[in-house]
């Protein structure tokens, strides 16, 4: 067998990301950057369009420079006209972002040809299982794209997952100093026992203000963390504020609200780990919610003619699957109404009246994912195409 060309496949790696809206491509691509980099010894380069929304996740990013490591990962300018480069063994095209065409023909010009693969949009609908790992040849070049599949089933690529995350995540939460560290980086004293720790990371939602009512007028006090982002002039309009801002603290009845910074993804991490209940948003932070170990309710980004609430419906069938009757009402109630962006205050207290129950599913789930690593998965698939074209040649 040819090992050289396993050898190209597993030791270098272009990943191309186009940044569509919010930070959700991107948050994908710089985490799986970051993992392959430092897990397991690929060199990376993470091409992105927009290094403004980079620099948001790496805030020691500087945006005017066109190529710079950062975090042991090369991360380039993905600028038009595309530089001349020669291709990485494994490519990752990520969402379907479209290649250049100057780099697409560099890698048909390959005698080995680089292990070309589009990594989609997470969804837990049926029809991913059958198109996991699906072949889709270059209509005029010899070359073949694979279609790689997130999920949360063996029949899919799996989730991304650090090989250290749950350690640290359990580290976190049986150590008070850990807590104490994170309450004062965001210049907070850790809350009263009693205290209910809810972090809200949302878009556009209607149903916000009858949640805060619910909150506000409940008999245990609440504390929202809303780390910045979309949902903020929302928040300020509830308390009277034309202009929020970062710092900003609110209250009204039993509920106070502070305002973070946009929060870095490492640190984000020890967001949801110090919290009680978590909203979640888009994919990057809906899969790091699971992690957590923690109840959450997560808000699809909406498209067209609701084929979002299908994507939902589909989540919440397995997720919701194991849980009791009343338990499993109590979480597809809330969803629904968070993501229909109405009825989220009346569905609350039932939501809130399962909360043992949901823990423990919550901690179940995480154990259950963390078996189907998708970066794991991603290498084991390449190297299986590289060992079949290792094949062909020899055949030949």
Not at 160 to 171: F, I, P, Q, T, W
Request: negative net charge.
């Amino acid at each position: 067998m040819n090992m050289s060309i396993q050898a190209r496949v597993t030791s270098s790696c272009d990943i191309f990301c186009n940044v569509i809206d919010n930070f959700g491509d991107i948050g994908v691509c710089w985490r799986l950057a970051r993992q392959l980099a430092n897990e397991h010894g690929l060199s990376v380069r993470l091409w992105v369009d927009d290094p403004g929304s980079f620099s948001k996740l790496c805030p020691g990013a500087d945006i005017s420079l066109d190529t710079q490591r950062c975090r042991d990962v090369e991360v380039c300018r993905w600028s038009k006209p595309f530089p001349d480069v020669h291709p990485a063994g494994l490519v990752i095209e990520a969402f379907a972002c479209k290649l250049p065409q100057r780099y697409i023909e560099a890698m048909a010009a390959q005698a080995r040809k680089p292990v070309w693969i589009n990594l989609e949009y997470l969804s837990a609908e049926d029809w991913v299982e059958g198109c996991h790992g699906l072949p889709s040849p270059h209509p005029t070049l010899p070359l073949t794209k694979y279609f790689f599949f997130p999920g949360f089933t063996k029949q899919t690529g799996g989730l991304l997952l650090e090989s250290d995350l749950l350690a640290r995540r359990d580290a976190f939460q049986s150590d008070a100093g850990q807590q104490r560290a994170f309450w004062q980086s965001i210049g907070m004293k850790i809350p009263v026992a009693e205290t209910l720790k809810i972090s809200l990371f949302a878009y556009e939602n209607a149903a916000l203000d009858g949640l805060f009512g619910v909150w506000a007028s409940g008999t245990q006090p609440v504390l929202c963390l809303v780390p910045e982002g979309r949902i903020l002039p929302q928040v300020g309009r509830y308390f009277g504020d034309a202009a929020p801002c970062t710092g900003n603290d609110y209250a009204r009845g039993n509920l106070q609200v502070r305002v973070l910074p946009f929060v870095e993804q490492e640190r984000y991490d020890e967001l949801l780990w110090a919290c009680d209940v978590n909203f979640v948003r888009g994919e990057d932070t809906f899969v790091r919610a699971q992690w957590a170990g923690k109840p959450f309710i997560w808000q699809v980004y909406p498209q067209q003619d609701a084929v979002h609430l299908k994507k939902l419906a589909a989540f919440l069938a397995l997720y919701s699957g194991p849980l009791g009757k009343s338990a499993c009402g109590a979480v597809q109630g809330l969803w629904q109404a968070w993501n229909t962006e109405s009825g989220a205050g009346q569905a609350w207290p039932a939501f809130m009246a399962e909360r043992g129950e949901l823990d423990r599913h919550a901690q179940h789930w995480a154990r259950q994912l963390a078996e189907n690593n998708l970066a794991l998965n991603l290498l084991d698939f390449s190297r299986e195409i590289g060992r079949m074209r290792a094949f062909e040649i020899e055949g030949q």
